[in-house]
């Protein structure tokens, strides 16, 4: 975690180079787009299906990102140390994925490869495209456009990176369970922790994948799917 405390990416100094109108606006643009939009659609009773806005939301905030000069465009793909991280990424996929399917094994028997025993087909479909359609839409909006639009706001590490874990967290209340969303806070912590040492869409995403197939593999997805759509 001595990157963290190291880096020089959000720094103070950044923020008072901000006008202040344009720091609230940012703030009711933060607290609008990424809590109080999530709260009107779980109100609106899944008149508004969540893939396609997810798409919608994934294309805007791609197409303000690639407009935005300062943004340096390479962070959508290049992995930062990419070696080192992978290492780092695997080692604790291992250990966590072993840790989390023993406890799915052991208190719900029932749903254990509950997927590919059952639809094995659904299964690898599901082992392809998650990863295309849902991960990487979600990276781009919760890791690569939040941490460079609102960096004039969260100007610590650790501030960007509770504040995505806890914007990631709070639109899996969509998903109406409780675990879910503790999932999605934990992951979403470690998802913004990987992007602020890598600065790498890609590598978050692959990591995000790992995880999120684990997930349906083991037996608890189900817990992630909305309106039909995959989270």
């Not at 052991?106 to 392809?128: D, K, Q, S, T, Y």
């Not at 409780?178 to 992951?187: C, F, Q, R, W």
């Amino acid at each position: 975690m001595g990157d963290i405390a190291t880096s020089t990416v959000n720094v103070p100094e950044l923020a008072a180079a901000v006008p202040r109108a344009e720091r609230v606006y940012l703030w009711v643009e933060f607290a609008t787009v990424f809590f109080v939009l999530p709260t009107m659609m779980l109100f609106r009773n899944g008149l508004l299906p969540f893939f396609p806005v997810l798409l919608g939301a994934t294309a805007g905030c791609l197409a303000l990102l690639l407009r935005d000069r300062t943004f340096d465009r390479r962070q959508l793909w290049i992995p930062s140390r990419s070696w080192r991280e992978i290492a780092r990424m695997l080692g604790l996929f291992f250990a966590a994925g072993a840790v989390l399917a023993l406890l799915v094994y052991w208190f719900a028997p029932e749903h254990w490869l509950g997927l590919p025993r059952n639809r094995p087909m659904l299964w690898a479909l599901i082992m392809v495209a998650y990863p295309i359609l849902s991960v990487f839409p979600q990276e781009i909006i919760w890791r690569a456009f939040l941490f460079h639009r609102y960096r004039a706001l969260f100007t610590t590490p650790w501030a960007m990176i509770l504040a995505s874990a806890a914007a990631f967290g709070y639109v899996h209340i969509l998903l109406e369970n409780a675990l879910a969303v503790g999932l999605t806070l934990v992951g979403g912590l470690l998802f913004a922790w990987t992007y602020h040492r890598t600065r790498s869409t890609l590598l978050v995403s692959i990591e995000h994948a790992l995880y999120g197939c684990l997930i349906f593999t083991i037996g608890i997805g189900a817990y992630l799917v909305i309106n039909a759509g995959m989270r």
